[in-house]
């Protein structure tokens, strides 16, 4: 496939579509931003430009048909490698031997392609001896390799491997954009669209592929936790907590609440409803604005961020919900400051 399916991302296209037509492609990119907005395909797609035996429009995009394009989409190319983070171990890392495979394969004349490309995924999940290895291999790099980074967390990589590379940011796409994507993609209708739209905060990679029946069962679920009838029941909540806690669906009731919450603050605050995730229920927000405290719901929100960053350092995930669950309780049943006792 051409660039053609890459949705958004207009500047730094520009910027490789020039440095194609003029042979002028650095040995290294760095390519950072929000998870699954299209940096990894962007990196596919323009190594399927430099290595397509067809005829891309224009000479700097690929046809997405010959043997080469395939290869690489299929990464079974001779001059194409990608590391990326083994994502069944405990820690997903990105280990010194991966590199050094890649390092003993990259000094080689490429067999087919102008270039020997290296598309290292997760950039960021290097050991500090994995990171090292390649730093090696950017100071001198042979002149057929190209390396791409990809990293959403590029403030975690070395700045030693930072400053040998070009750096582009890529952005999350408009959520019309990433409607328009999947309406035309998955052929879902307008109100799934915008539901997955929303609820991947413009990640277009995570609104192509999730499966909206699923999402919006877990959506209800979730919701029945912010009714006010279990929202009143103390021993519902403490009850909900440790049924999480033991299914391992803490994290992702975390992550339904702070939705959830986020769109009753902005109802309370009057903001852009345009913005809302749970519009099938809005008068359950509606209601649960009226009484919301703002500030104790902003203050929430933080700390559910703050937990989330942590979850790798074994919090206990029932206390930390059941503290959560009872402080929304407490934001959404008791008078806000505004309003008389």
């Not at 997405?64 to 001779?78: A, K, M």
């Not at 413009?202 to 009714?227: C, I, M, N, P």
Request: aromatic share 4%.
């Amino acid at each position: 496939m051409p660039f053609s399916d890459i949705i958004g991302q207009t500047q730094s296209l520009a910027v490789l579509k020039t440095a194609l037509e003029h042979d002028r492609i650095a040995h290294a990119y760095l390519f950072h931003g929000e998870d699954r907005i299209g940096k990894r395909l962007t990196a596919v797609r323009v190594a399927q430009a430099i290595a397509c035996e067809g005829s891309g429009p224009a000479g700097h995009d690929s046809c997405g048909e010959c043997r080469s394009c395939r290869h690489i989409e299929s990464r079974t190319h001779p001059d194409f490698f990608l590391i990326e983070p083994d994502a069944d171990a405990a820690t997903p890392q990105i280990k010194i031997e991966q590199i050094r495979e890649i390092d003993q394969q990259i000094i080689y004349q490429p067999l087919i392609s102008p270039r020997k490309i290296c598309l290292i995924d997760q950039a960021d999940r290097m050991t500090i001896g994995a990171a090292n290895a390649l730093l090696k291999t950017l100071e001198e790099p042979p002149g057929h390799s190209l390396f791409f980074l990809i990293s959403g967390r590029p403030s975690a990589l070395p700045s030693t491997i930072r400053s040998r590379c070009q750096a582009l940011r890529f952005t999350t796409p408009s959520r019309t954009q990433v409607e328009a994507a999947v309406i035309l993609r998955r052929e879902l209708p307008p109100a799934d669209a915008r539901f997955l739209a929303v609820l991947s905060e413009g990640r277009l990679g995570e609104a192509l592929t999730a499966d909206v029946k699923e999402a919006r069962a877990r959506q209800h679920e979730f919701l029945s936790l912010v009714q006010r009838p279990s929202l009143l029941s103390i021993g519902s909540l403490l009850s909900a907590a440790e049924s999480l806690a033991k299914t391992d669906r803490a994290a992702d009731a975390l992550a339904w609440l702070a939705r959830w919450i986020r769109d009753v603050v902005i109802v309370a605050v009057e903001g852009d409803r345009d913005q809302l995730l749970h519009v099938e229920v809005l008068a359950m927000v509606d209601s649960a604005a009226e009484q919301a405290n703002v500030d104790e719901l902003l203050l929430l929100l933080h700390d559910i961020e703050k937990m989330e960053q942590n979850a790798a350092r074994h919090l206990n995930v029932q206390m930390a919900l059941e503290t959560i669950l009872l402080r929304l309780r407490s934001a959404l049943t008791s008078p806000s400051p505004a309003q008389p006792a």
